[in-house]
């Protein structure tokens, strides 16, 4: 069945990047995606890629797909305090259903 | 407006009662979902249903039971409460195939 896994914790320091990794199963993928979830709300999508795309830039997110590893990445520039969250990676296939990894807490130290 | 909103957002109750959470979106969306969220974050898919009908369901007990009265509710109804359903419970909703819209959560204590 379906596996997306990533590790479970991140720590890196204020203006530092930061790079969360994720991996997955299901070849059949069609979109995977990065969501963010602050302390007591709901996740929000913070970016997506297409299956048959390399990479995607947004502002300070850079998203790298390596479809032959099923690898999934997401890099965040000059990580603020703000962007202490948990992060989401998840794949959807055509089947509807989407499978979330185990979500990495990022902490941002001043 | 919220996009996608479920009620309540807090749930204290006693083992063995019967809760209902409710979920609406007004996105014009065809497909709504639950998810639990236990304490270690851990989030996993209960149900999902495309146009009223149920598409997905894992492996969930039949204490839980959803209810799809039109494309833009999905309530779920929980019989004989344990204290393992103390979780986060998420609605969402997307178009087929895309993208999760998800609600701010409905956190269930079981005492």
């Given at each position: 069945g379906e596996d997306v896994e990533q590790s479970l914790f991140l720590s890196v320091r204020e203006g530092d990047s930061s790079v969360i990794n994720c991996t997955y199963t299901d070849s059949s993928s069609t979109y995977l995606?990065?969501?963010?979830?602050?302390?007591?709300?709901?996740?929000?999508?913070?970016?997506?890629?297409?299956?048959?795309?390399?990479?995607?830039?947004?502002?300070?997110?850079?998203?790298?797909?390596?479809?032959?590893?099923k690898h999934l990445s997401l890099r965040i520039a000059d990580t603020q305090t703000g962007d202490s969250a948990i992060y989401f990676c998840a794949?959807?296939?055509?089947?509807?259903?989407?499978t979330f990894g185990d979500g990495t807490t990022l902490t941002v130290k001043p | 407006?919220?996009?996608?909103?479920?009620?309540?957002?807090?749930?204290?109750?006693?083992?063995?009662?019967?809760?209902?959470?409710?979920?609406?979106?007004?996105?014009g969306h065809d497909t709504m979902y639950w998810y639990k969220q236990d304490s270690?974050?851990?989030?996993?898919?209960?149900?999902?249903?495309?146009n009223k009908e149920l598409i997905i369901n894992e492996t969930v007990p039949n204490r839980f039971s959803p209810k799809?009265?039109?494309?833009?509710?999905?309530?779920?109804?929980i019989n004989s409460l344990e204290l393992g359903d103390s979780a986060v419970y998420f609605c969402a909703s997307s178009l087929t195939n895309e993208k999760l819209f998800f609600g701010s959560g409905t956190q269930l204590s079981v005492l």
């Open positions: 995606y990065w969501y963010k979830q602050e302390p007591g709300a709901g996740l929000q999508l913070l970016t997506y890629i297409f299956s048959n795309m390399d990479m995607k830039q947004d502002q300070r997110l850079t998203v790298l797909l390596n479809k032959k590893d794949e959807s296939t055509n089947a509807g259903k989407s | 407006d919220t996009a996608v909103s479920q009620t309540p957002k807090y749930l204290v109750t006693q083992m063995g009662n019967d809760k209902s959470i409710k979920c609406e979106q007004n996105l270690k974050k851990f989030l996993k898919i209960m149900f999902s249903y495309n799809s009265p039109d494309k833009a509710h999905l309530n779920l109804h």
